[in-house]
């Protein structure tokens, strides 16, 4: 749901990438045992953080990708973190952040370019076109 989000958000824009972060991240907190409302607070934050325009200087499409997708999914952890943290659970920060976070977003910027291919499609496919009155 992660990196789907954030792609998207690159995509189509921040609206719909924080309306499906939001929807996506109810979704995965009514299917896992987490606190309610952490993982769309998460996926909020990177849609935000990928929906803005201020990477469009960084190079090719691809290496904004790939650069959005490691500080994306390092964001997401840290919300997660904090959250679990604020409610009392206890959180390992070091481990969470180098053997869950650092590989996480590893392997999230590694498929980022694969899953941007069918949701660009998608993206073309459902593009409203404008249309005069």
Known sequence: M???VLVWAVVRGVDEGLMWGFVGGLVVDLL???PLGA???ALLAVALLAGQPWGQGLGSSVARLLFLALVGVVVYH???LIVLASMGYRVDWGF???RV???SALLNA???PFVRQPLAWLE???RREGFAL
């Open 2 to 4: 992660l990196l789907v």
């Open 32 to 34: 896992s045992g987490g």
């Open 39 to 41: 993982t769309p607070l």
């Open 78 to 80: 840290l919300v997660l």
């Open 96 to 98: 969470a952040l180098m």
């Open 101 to 103: 976070a650092g590989p």
């Open 110 to 112: 590694i498929l980022a």
């Open 124 to 126: 073309r496919r459902t």
